[in-house]
């Protein structure tokens, strides 16, 4: 299986403030990688998908970046709505598998 | 929009027993993709369990079934074509498969990567005798 390895497991972070999360594979996944955002509760939405690709009706505040083996997560100016455990996932290979997640509260 | 509907938000079953869980899709066709679930023990993170994918003619190739090693001997999959639904069947349930189990769609636009775009509600499952 590949492994996914998200960091920092948790952040602290202010509204309108500049957050970075990374995502690492096990082995190179090309741009076979996608990012979910999941609020206490409810399902995981899909943010960003094929590594860079913003999907439908989500604020261009997130971006993705990353090829192979690394890959990061941006929101350029945190909102109070953002405030969210983040996922990772490759879609490379089965069995898919997901990041530990990244918590993000409000400092 | 396509939607994809759990019934009920919490289920009970023994150990030993068998979870039988169903997702209905509305709203679009159920023909052409992946359909996926995926679970999440509380606190924990995400586990996908499997998928099945059935074609733009409503077939089913048991070869693009599949389903996670770890799971792969207790689970089944299966699709009902005429009530737009896929289900889920987890046999020997014991205490480690208590969570939320999620369905979800699996596709790919344009040759892309495949990303689960839509999702289920979500139903928790208790192991408890």
């Known amino acids: 299986d590949i492994q996914m390895t998200q960091s920092p497991s948790s952040l602290s972070a202010s509204v309108g403030d500049r957050v970075t999360i990374t995502c690492r594979a096990s082995?190179?996944?090309?741009?076979?990688l996608n990012w979910y955002q999941q609020k206490s509760g409810t399902a995981p939405k899909l943010l960003i998908f094929a590594a860079s690709s913003l999907h439908s009706g989500v604020p261009s505040r997130f971006s993705g970046r990353g090829s192979g083996t690394d890959f990061t997560l941006t929101i350029s100016s945190l909102q109070p709505e953002d405030f969210a455990t983040y996922y990772c996932q490759q879609s490379y290979i089965n069995p898919r598998t997901f990041g530990h997640g990244t918590k993000v509260e409000i400092k | 929009q396509v939607q994809l509907q759990q019934l009920g938000p919490g289920l009970v079953v023994k150990p030993s027993e068998t979870l039988s869980l169903t997702c209905t899709v509305s709203?679009?066709?159920?023909?052409?993709?992946?359909w996926s679930w995926i679970r999440q023990p509380a606190g924990k993170g995400l586990e996908w369990i499997g998928r099945?994918?059935?074609?733009?003619?409503?077939?089913?190739?048991?070869?693009?079934?599949n389903y996670a090693p770890s799971l792969r001997s207790r689970v089944t999959l299966s699709v009902d074509m005429s009530k737009n639904q896929f289900s889920l069947r987890l046999d020997s349930v014991n205490a480690a498969d208590s969570a939320v189990y999620f369905c979800?769609?699996?596709?790919?636009?344009?040759?892309?990567?495949?990303?689960?775009?839509?999702w289920g509600q979500g139903t928790q499952l208790t192991v408890s005798s």
């Open positions: 082995q190179s996944i090309s741009n076979y």
């Open positions: 979800a769609r699996e596709q790919q636009r344009r040759l892309t990567p495949y990303y689960f775009d839509n």
């Open positions: 709203g679009g066709s159920i023909s052409g993709y992946y």
């Open positions: 099945i994918y059935v074609s733009e003619t409503g077939n089913l190739d048991p070869s693009l079934t």
